[in-house]
């Protein structure tokens, strides 16, 4: 089992900068490739990053490449969204998630454990 614990969401501007954290306890952290989604009001869940197991392969959305990066502190046991010229069409609940089978999946049907999300608003 493995609980993930998201952080960092709130409200900014258009233009502005987030990061998100999420902190994972129980399993061991880097046996688990993790990825980011987020869910808008009356839309599907949606990939937006995900990362390999050592943090040395990394995969994004197309809506997000360029502006977002996410990382990876297997000491800590924590992986990073860093949000950079955040748009409106950005904001959304954000989870992460983490993959036992250590591959940096785009969907949501791969991973086995689920944080509860934190919100992103960003204002026009």
């Known amino acids: 089992q493995v609980q993930l614990v998201e952080s960092g969401g709130g409200l900014v501007q258009a233009g502005g900068s987030l990061r998100l954290s999420c902190a994972a306890s129980?399993?061991?952290?880097?046996?688990?490739?993790m990825g980011w989604f987020r869910q808008a009001p009356g839309k599907e869940r949606e990939f937006v990053a995900a990362t390999s197991r050592s943090g040395g392969s990394t995969y994004y959305a197309d809506s997000v490449k360029g502006r977002f990066t996410i990382s990876r502190d297997n000491a800590k046991n924590t992986v990073y969204l860093q949000m950079n010229s955040l748009k409106p069409e950005d904001t959304a609940v954000y989870y992460c998630a983490a993959d036992k089978s250590g591959v940096e999946h785009t969907t949501t049907l791969w991973y086995d454990y689920w944080g509860q999300g934190t919100q992103v608003t960003i204002s026009s």
């Open positions: 129980g399993r061991t952290f880097s046996n688990y490739a």
